[in-house]
């Protein structure tokens, strides 16, 4: 693949956009005029070329900016990377999850050799090289889940199954939508949906977690979820509420088609085989209001989401402040004719 | 599901009953890495049935070149066993699932006591070398027949060294629950694998001492047990499906094309529930997964080892 | 948010009642948890060996530790304070074995308090039984500069850490043995609702 890793911001001065080929491929998760939750799992195996579902694990051209974005919030707050302590063999299993994939779907760009336990790693994009004995934790510059989860695009949740249930113990959070893993780590499936309306009452979580014990290693697992946002924020952490919350009173009718982002995040899910674990990747994708109307199908689309959108989910969401703002920018463009069920752009 | 092509490289008679199988995959390959207390379901073609049977990785999960599982001959059984005995040799091919772990330590015990009857043994072989490997503190309790029936005791007295002890009932040694329960610290988590009584006496044995029943794990993999034909009807498709006495529910859909869901085939994991809408008999309820008030109320089965008194059962497939 | 929603971290509480079933019980309360060990000692007092770890709360008007006294005949340590109860926990610790049933008896702080040190010998605090005794008092754990306040009664307080206002969530991480306590002016810094006393 012919990439060009792009230079742009994900805070501040918010430099980030989305190549034609990036809009091209966004997950646009809507493929009816009205939303509701549902386990909406599939098989996750090799998908169309070019779409994000193609890898095992998806890289496009934000790469070394979210690496980037990802650095400096881990310089302010450590935190955001956590590993209880029984968790050692899920995290050299994670490590091996993401050297194998990376080396074998993007061999550019990265390179794994191994001669039994002596692995010697190449992330050419990060200029990073590293040999190491895969076990040893001395062997490595700092502990194997950060290590590999720094050089990955999206957060990763890591959870320990015991008890007929599963714990949030180990997690890499950088690009999350307003959750905290400093509070929420050690958490059970469900205290940590806790938070999350009506799909408890509908047994979402019940049927999900009843699915996932039985999450066989090698049949990994993929689902969308969505949320917006103001600003191509990755951090829009409770941590750093105090920053990005006056930002969701900022939107007027003038700037919303650019300052509000949909935010799809392409959720997968593996067994870890050593440590009989599963790793929860959320790997979240931006793309503006405008950007978005470049195919006239997504503007109907998601004008009729937003405007059909249960009160409670959209305040769950925190898109109460300028819900109204995006359905009126996007309503000149909807002809109320039918386009028929399905995400595609065109 | 996805599979694996492999095939015997190895048999060996480990006692008069228990023979030994080693694996490899076809494609020269290892086998996938997997966790202590992991199982594969192995297919095997009987008389031009596919039957498909629960077997423990005893091998050590460190060294995955080769799988190894230890198959304990059972005459009144309905086959799978004998099969494995008699028609597996070296170069025989097999397709087995990946491995699954519905019996593992629990990471965050302080202690593990792992309790092993007969053939039982099989999956406390691979949490051994995990345990080892995280420099755990740990105690296997063996009990067996008589001297002819120690399956592995060498190679356990290798890997264990004094941490493992030996109850041989044929020189009148037994394990004893109360004193062994009795006296562990807290964090302790018990497990135990063998014979029904035994596991029956361990798990009575820690409730009435206090234990909390997420501290105690069991692994006891039931046979679909024989009964009276019936035909299931799958409602969604309007299929009808004859199940013959030997065969179970879940086989006979098989059979028939059915991709049924299905992960332990031994009534534990809950993976092949399915819903019953109708039925002009009863129920029989032969698996440890749904609870006393949902076998009551009739409404839900688990087709790998449960059947019916009837003619006509129909499911939500 | 909708009726019939509740937020499924918020930990439930139940009265304290004996374990049928039990090696020995170990019973831990401070100040109005006194009335939790009161009521489980008048329902009867079981066969097994049992020890209770008790302290008033010195600033309290009630002192429950001479009724205490005077219905627990075996293993009650009548400590100073809180901390001293908690310190009793972990000197207990070594000599429990698996079939000790804990149970615990005080305010929401007092009760994740001795859960955390249970939780480190290896108890699960599903095991443990747990009622929350006088106060509704709130720990709250401030996500933005990680302090927490263990007695909050208002629905919005002063984070004695970073000085913010926080709205105190139902979300409770049992880790942390605390509610969250998120900035509730971040969008219009100043405009803080009506602050009232949720958690007397």
């Not at chain 1, 779409?51 to 496009?60: H, K, M, T, Y």
Request: charged letters at 25%; aromatic letters at 10%.
């Amino acid at each position: 693949m012919n990439m060009a890793f792009k230079n742009e911001t994900f805070r501040d001065d918010y430099t980030f956009t989305n190549s034609p080929e990036a809009i091209r491929r966004f997950p646009f998760p809507f493929d009816k005029d009205e939303y509701m939750y549902s386990v909406n799992i599939e098989q996750h195996t090799k998908g169309a070329p070019g779409s994000v579902f193609e890898n095992v694990i998806d890289l496009d051209e934000h790469y070394l900016a979210e690496c980037e974005d990802r650095r400096i919030t881990l310089a302010d707050d450590p935190d955001r990377c956590i590993a209880l302590p029984h968790m050692m063999d899920a995290q050299w299993d994670m490590l091996e999850l993401g050297m194998e994939s990376l080396a074998k779907d993007f061999p550019e760009h990265f390179q794994l050799s191994r001669d039994g336990d002596n692995w010697h790693w190449v992330n050419k994009p990060l200029d990073i090289e590293q040999k190491f004995v895969f076990g040893d934790l001395s062997t490595l510059p700092m502990e194997p889940f950060e290590f590999i989860s720094r050089q990955l695009q999206g957060d990763w949740v890591v959870m320990d199954q015991r008890d007929e249930d599963l714990f949030a113990d180990m997690g890499m959070v950088t690009s999350q939508a307003d959750w905290s893993l400093a509070f929420d780590a050690g958490m059970s499936f469900k205290e940590w949906h806790g938070p999350v309306p009506q799909a408890n009452e509908m047994g979402i979580f019940e049927r999900a977690l009843k699915y996932l014990l039985h999450l066989q290693y090698g049949s990994p697992v993929r689902r969308l979820n969505w949320t917006m946002t103001v600003n191509p924020r990755l951090d829009t952490s409770p941590e750093n509420y105090p920053i990005w919350g006056p930002d969701n009173v900022s939107v007027t009718a003038n700037n919303v088609a650019d300052k509000v982002f949909l935010r799809v995040e392409l959720q997968t899910l593996f067994r870890l085989p050593r440590s009989n674990a599963i790793t929860f990747g959320i790997r979240g994708y931006l793309i503006s209001v405008r950007d978005i109307a470049t195919y006239p199908r997504w503007a109907k689309r998601l004008h009729r989401v937003l405007t059909n959108l249960h009160p409670d989910l959209a305040e769950y969401k925190g898109l109460t402040n300028y819900r109204q703002l995006v359905i009126d920018w996007l309503a000149p463009m909807d002809d109320g004719a039918d386009i028929g069920e399905g995400t595609h752009p065109e | 599901m996805s599979v694996l092509n492999v095939t015997v490289e190895k048999v060996e008679q480990i006692t008069d009953v228990v023979k030994q199988f080693t694996f490899v995959q076809d494609n020269g390959e290892a086998l996938p890495k997997f966790s202590g207390g992991s199982h594969v379901v192995v297919s095997m073609d009987i008389n031009g049935r596919t039957h498909r049977n629960p077997y423990s990785l005893m091998s050590s999960p460190a060294n995955t070149d080769s799988y190894q599982i230890a198959v304990r001959r059972q005459d009144k059984s309905r086959g799978g066993s004998v099969f494995m005995h008699d028609q597996v040799k070296p170069g025989t091919k097999l397709t087995i699932t990946y491995p699954v772990n519905l019996f593992a330590i629990n990471r965050l015990g302080k202690k593990h006591i792992l309790v092993a009857g007969g053939i039982g043994i099989t999956p406390f072989m691979s949490q051994i070398a995990d345990l080892n490997r995280l420099g755990a503190d740990y105690e296997l309790h063996y009990a067996y027949r008589s001297s002819e029936h120690a399956a592995f005791r060498e190679q356990l007295e290798e890997l264990c060294g004094d941490r493992v002890h030996f109850y041989v009932e044929g020189d009148g040694t037994r394990i004893d629950f109360g004193d062994l329960l009795g006296q562990q610290p807290l964090g302790t988590h018990a497990y135990v694998c063998g014979p029904e009584p035994m596991v029956k006496m361990m798990l009575l044995t820690a409730k009435y001492l206090g234990w909390p029943s997420n501290h105690v794990h069991s692994e006891q993999f039931l046979a679909p047990p024989v009964g009276d034909e019936f035909t299931v009807v799958l409602n969604q498709s309007a299929k009808e499906i004859v199940v013959p006495g030997d065969m179970s529910m879940l086989e006979a859909m098989e059979e028939a094309g059915v991709d049924a869901p299905f992960l332990c085939r031994g009534g534990a994991c809950g993976r092949c529930e399915l819903d019953v809408l109708e039925t002009d008999g009863a129920l029989l309820h032969h698996d440890h997964y749904l609870s006393d008030a949902e076998k009551a109320a009739g409404n839900k089965i688990m087709p790998c080892v449960s059947r019916a008194k009837c003619t006509r059962l129909v499911v939500n497939l | 948010m909708e009726r019939g929603y509740r937020i499924r971290s918020k930990p439930l509480y139940d009265p304290l009642i004996w374990k049928e079933h039990a090696t020995d019980h170990v019973v831990i309360a401070h100040a109005e948890g006194g009335v939790g060990v009161l009521k489980l000692f008048q329902m009867m007092t079981p066969k097994q060996p049992i020890k209770v770890l008790f302290a008033d709360d010195a600033r309290a008007q009630r002192s429950y530790r001479d009724i205490i006294s005077k219905l627990v005949d075996e293993g009650l340590q009548i400590l100073d304070d809180k901390e001293g109860v908690l310190s009793a926990v972990s000197a207990t610790l070594d000599d429990c074995v698996m079939g000790t049933q804990f149970y615990i008896a005080g305010n929401e702080d007092f009760i994740w308090a001795a859960s955390q040190i249970l939780k480190s010998a290896g108890v699960d605090d599903k095991n443990v039984m747990k009622e929350q005794c006088g106060s509704l008092a709130r720990p709250v754990y401030c996500v933005h500069c990680k302090t927490i306040d263990p007695e909050v009664h208002h629905n919005v307080y002063t984070c004695p850490g970073c000085g913010r206002h926080l709205f105190v969530r139902d979300h409770f991480s049992r880790r942390l043995g605390a509610y969250m306590g998120l900035m509730v002016d971040a969008e219009e810094p100043g405009n803080i609702p009506e602050v009232e006393e949720m958690y007397p």
